[in-house]
């Protein structure tokens, strides 16, 4: 064998047709390593900028074919975009407002949950879910698409219309979308899996909340062809949201140590002031719910943010008053379900009600949501933060006072019993829909994840050690249940 310190030089082909394969490996990693040299990276910080250029350049080329933007064109579509803000920017009072009254061991997994939550519910209804709410009549009225995604063209009749261009449009009815999902958390907080309440939410973001609410708000809906009113989303948002969380709380069954001997034992919320704060935001962002589903910036949109502050006001007030006379004292957790309750309670009708109608809808809303939270733990249904009473009993009443309170169908109002017994039709609806739906994906999903709850031994350290492996505050003492 011959040993020799000189080392001969190979040349390298020049180009991959002239290489071996083993050759041509070595021409790839040259070529691959060139382009981290300070001439390749000059050259790959060219490429955004060049795709920005193609880019500005194709809007541009759609910006000549369109007509000169009116003011109303203009104004429509900037308020509904900071409207589409306002109602996703939700998802942070919901947070808030679950994390607060829900146990310190579970913050994170809640907090995942809710800020995962609306990125789930536009991926899904980008997907199939708009199609599937805004499309085309297949089913005679409970049926709809349109192909997957949509089409974001502007047209020159949008714009000499004033309408809405498809994506504000998408934008704002997917923050919806996501707001439903939302409600589920609340109602299977502190034992549910992370990975079947993803999968659910997809699903119900891109199935289940785009059909039923197609019935209410697509032009060929059937609900909506009978004479069904849901200005803003009471049985179409919160309702079925309530829904499809209450068939999931009832799979999970209660948290450990909710009921004992046969009595409901408060599980309290661990921050009351991040709770607080979450309802300051859900009020706040509810002007973007009520007021930008007038879907145009007109006379109307200030007198729906007048009628939607009255029943927030009125339901806060009753529900601090019930719980006094109640138990004594003003429970904090009642004031902030009350302001919630009337939030919603006004939603379906903030358009057509009087000043003094919206405060009085919200105080019965009120009074209303005290006693559902304990009718809800007579049945043994354990629900963390009220989200079944605010959003499905709250949801109910406010779809039914439709028939009312409207001035212009509404029994008060001189008009009889038509529209509520339309509107007593709708809630039942949408609620078998939700239910059997929801029904069926919970029990798949518990078939394919070997049940939808954490171990015991997870619930009782927390959701945030078993579930993420991590603690909301770890510099602070947990206190276990």
């Known amino acids: ?24 490996s070595s021409l790839l990693l040259r070529k691959v390593r060139g382009l981290f040299s300070p001439r390749g990276l000059t050259w790959l910080a060219c490429v ?53 009254m829900c146990q310190q061991k579970n913050a994170v997994n809640i907090l995942t949950k809710n800020l995962i939550v609306f990125a789930l519910a536009v991926t899904g209804y980008w997907f199939i879910g708009y199609s599937l709410m805004y499309g085309e009549p297949i089913g005679a009225g409970w049926l709809f698409f349109k192909g997957l995604f949509f089409d974001p063209t502007v047209t020159p009749e949008m714009v000499k219309d004033g309408a809405l261009v498809p994506s504000v449009d998408f934008l704002f009815q997917s923050a919806f979308a996501g707001t439903s999902a939302t409600i589920v958390s609340g109602l299977v907080a502190e034992r549910i899996k992370f990975a079947p309440f993803v999968l659910f939410s997809i699903i119900k973001c891109a199935i289940i909340y785009p059909i039923g609410a197609a019935w209410i708000w697509n032009a060929g809906g059937w609900l909506k062809s009978i004479g069904f009113v849901d200005f803003a989303g ?55 719910f009520n007021g930008g589903s007038q879907l145009a910036m007109d006379e109307q949109v200030p007198y729906i943010a007048v009628t939607t ?56 809303a009120g009074v209303l949501v005290v006693f559902s939270v304990g009718w809800i733990d007579s049945l043994k249904i354990d629900d963390p933060v009220g989200a079944m009473s605010v959003h499905g009993t709250g949801g109910i009443f406010g779809t039914l006072v439709v028939g009312l309170f409207s001035t212009t169908k509404g029994l008060l109002t001189g008009h ?66």
Not at 1 to 24: C, D, F, T, W, Y
């Open 1 to 24: 064998m011959i040993n020799s310190s000189h080392q001969h030089k190979v040349r390298l082909p020049k180009s991959l047709k002239e290489a071996s394969l083993l050759e041509g």
């Open 309 to 364: 502050t009255l029943a927030g006001s009125g339901g806060i007030i009753a529900a601090t008053l019930t719980s006094q006379i109640m138990s004594g004292k003003p429970d904090l957790t009642m004031s902030i379900n009350g302001a919630l309750v009337g939030l919603v309670s006004i939603t379906a009708i903030c358009n057509d009600v009087s000043m003094p109608a919206a405060w009085v809808i919200g105080f019965f």
């Open 48 to 100: 955004p900028i060049a795709l920005f250029g193609l880019g500005v350049f194709n809007l541009a080329a759609h910006a000549a074919e369109l007509p000169e933007l009116t003011p109303a064109f203009v104004a429509n579509n900037m308020f509904i975009f900071i409207a589409a803000i306002l109602v996703i920017f939700m998802n942070a009072g919901f947070a808030m407002v679950e994390a607060g």
């Open 416 to 481: 009889g019993f038509s529209q509520l017994g339309i509107q007593f039709l709708g809630a039942l609806a949408i609620a078998v829909e939700s239910v059997v739906a929801s029904i069926i994906v919970w029990n798949i999903l518990a078939v394919i994840f070997d049940g939808i709850r954490v171990t015991e031994e997870e619930e009782v350290k927390g959701l945030d050690i078993g579930e993420h492996g991590m603690e909301a505050y770890p510099d602070f003492a947990i206190t276990t249940r």
């Open 234 to 288: 009471t049985t179409a948002v919160h309702s079925m949201g309530a829904w499809g969380g209450l068939v999931g709380a009832m799979i999970l069954g209660p948290r450990i140590g909710k009921f004992v001997s046969g009595k409901t034992v408060a599980i309290p919320g661990h921050n009351l002031s991040i709770a607080t704060l979450g309802a300051l935001i859900l009020w706040i962002c509810w002007y973007g």
